[in-house]
């Protein structure tokens, strides 16, 4: 009876798995992927093995290829390429022009060679003398190797009045932009930088550039123009007109670039502050970067005439990038990192103020150059070390992070904060590339030649040179970064490895579900009407 029962309860597992085996049977005929009807087949043991292995084979190499196009994806979602037409340049503004005199101060007012022999000799200065040395120590080259500086660890706002007291004259002349003659004095505007007081031309002002808590001194950088009809990311508006702000040259050539004199005085002439090379530092940037001259510049000597043709190199950024993380795609666009020195984002904005809070965090104050805010001291002589420490460990952080081990040792105090700047560039960015020739100018023998050239310049007293600033081509080609796949690529390359290998695609997924849910219900429901009728 016992055995009758065990024999009953084996029927409907037994029928069960045989249904489930015609059931699968039924599928690997109908069903497109390759190889699987085979399995459906009555074969022999050696063809079922064969073809079993040869699909595992082919799954596989299927995964792994799929594999590799995601990590592809994963490792570099951005690609960068060539944009299929040119852009014209009146589309972009004209680069900003900094110009910066070698000689830091008028001679006839501060003779700094006069005070530095002096100090070497071991005469005694003046309190005055001591405090403009010490202030111009700042700008000039700092000789504490043999020389000996006072313990001041901060300079009070008085070191602008020096500076602007002393500095040279800069007696610029004959300006045209776009073959018009343009007012010197009304175009270019002092800015202190890293080299002391220099001149911008075409650059936004500083309330455009900086947020409202940054102090500044006096009329210093202040734009009397807006530049409301142009942005980095958009360019210029629809209705901004030929007159835009920041200026734009229309058209390419010499004629229709940027030309300008400069006289110097030879009286003002100065060897020992920093180099024994006179004339004049030149920054090409962007409106609304702040320039480094002491970093990246081309120079204008004396007595010579320069011409620096201008090749723009500019990236823009497809709108499907910025789903994807900053970290991803390596840029930021403008409104997506906040700064806060800064209104506008760029890579060297932020590595400017990165550089800032660095030193402010170590030194307990800020160099005369750096954005700060009502409060924060200005550094002195005694933390020049300081200062330089800071400024190495951000130059450095790339290859400390590369060897594992710090590369700079700090000398004079004992924070060592991480330095982790986040300064990605920015996913819409502008460069100028410059090509510079230049030649002597015999502008004494000009001047004989007609009396009208020149008139304000004395042969025997000054020195004339001269820059034309000009694009070259009427258009360029720019970057662009795309997403390497899209949505419909990703698919694309999905579904072609699947189907190369396999077969598989869209209907082969519906076949699947069918068989799970449509076909199965309605053979059940078949099943039970049948069985109705015989009952």
């Known amino acids: 009876m016992n055995d009758l029962v065990q024999s009953n309860d084996r029927k409907p597992k037994s029928g069960f798995f045989k249904s489930v085996r015609n059931y699968f049977r039924e599928y690997c005929t109908c069903t497109s992927i390759h190889g699987f009807r085979y399995f459906g087949e009555k074969r022999t043991i050696f063809e079922r093995v064969w073809w079993f292995i040869i699909f595992i084979i082919c799954l596989s190499a299927c995964t792994i290829s799929i594999y590799a196009v995601y990590k592809k994806w994963e490792r570099s979602p951005v690609i960068v390429s060539f944009a299929t037409k040119g852009t014209p340049i009146y589309s972009i503004p004209f680069p900003s022009v900094t110009v910066c005199p070698e000689s830091k101060s008028a001679q006839t007012i501060f003779n700094y060679t006069s005070l530095l022999q002096k100090k070497e000799d071991f005469i005694t200065l003046t309190t005055e003398e001591e405090k403009q040395f010490e202030y ?6 700092y000789r504490d190797n043999y020389l000996t500086y006072s313990t001041n660890g901060t300079f009070p706002e008085e070191f602008f009045d020096v500076i602007q007291y002393v500095k040279p004259q800069f007696n610029i002349r004959d300006c045209h932009y776009m073959g018009k003659k343009e007012n010197c004095s009304k175009i ?3 800015i202190i930088t890293d080299e002391g007081i220099c001149y911008t031309f075409n650059m936004l002002d500083r309330n455009e550039i900086f947020r409202k808590d940054v102090i500044h001194y006096k009329h210093y950088h202040q734009i009397p123009r807006s530049a409301h009809q142009w942005n980095m990311e958009d360019g210029y508006t629809d209705d901004s007109g030929v007159d835009a702000y920041p200026r734009r040259a229309l058209l390419a050539g010499a004629t229709n670039g940027f030309t300008f004199n400069i006289i ?15 004339g004049y530092r030149v920054v090409l940037h962007t409106p609304m970067r702040l320039p480094r001259p002491s970093q990246q510049y081309f120079r204008i000597p004396l007595d010579q005439n320069v011409l620096g043709a201008v090749q723009p190199v500019m990236i823009t950024t497809s709108e499907s990038i910025k ?5 991803r795609r390596q840029c930021y666009f403008i409104t997506e990192r906040y700064l806060k020195y800064f209104k506008i984002y760029t890579a060297l904005n932020c590595l400017m103020e990165c550089l800032t809070n660095y030193t402010l965090h170590v030194c307990g104050c800020v160099n005369f150059f750096m954005p700060r805010e009502n409060g924060t001291k200005l550094c002195g002589t005694s933390h020049i070390d300081c200062m330089r420490d800071a400024e190495s460990a951000m130059q450095m952080k790339h290859l400390r992070k590369q060897l594992n081990k710090p590369l700079i040792k700090h000398r004079k105090h004992k924070k060592k904060p991480k330095v982790d700047c986040d300064c990605l560039p920015i996913c819409a960015d502008l460069s100028y590339d410059v090509e510079t020739s230049q030649t002597d100018w015999e502008w004494e023998k000009q001047k004989k030649a007609d009396r009208r050239k020149h008139r304000n310049c004395s042969v025997a007293e000054s020195h004339l040179s001269s820059l034309t600033i000009f694009f070259k081509f009427n258009a360029f080609i720019r970057s662009q970064r795309h997403e390497l796949y899209g949505p419909t690529d990703f698919l694309a390359n999905f579904g072609g490895l699947l189907g190369l290998f396999t077969g598989f695609s869209v209907l082969s997924l519906m076949e699947i579900l069918y068989f799970l849910s449509v076909r199965m219900i309605c053979n059940v429901r078949l099943y039970g009407y049948w069985a109705g009728r015989e009952t």
């Open 264 to 278: 110097t005085s030879k009286q003002d002439l100065d060897y020992a502050c920093k180099t024994s090379l006179q």
């Open 136 to 141: 111009m120590s700042l700008i000039c080259n």
């Open 188 to 190: 270019f505007t002092p």
């Open 323 to 327: 789903l994807y993380n900053p970290r």
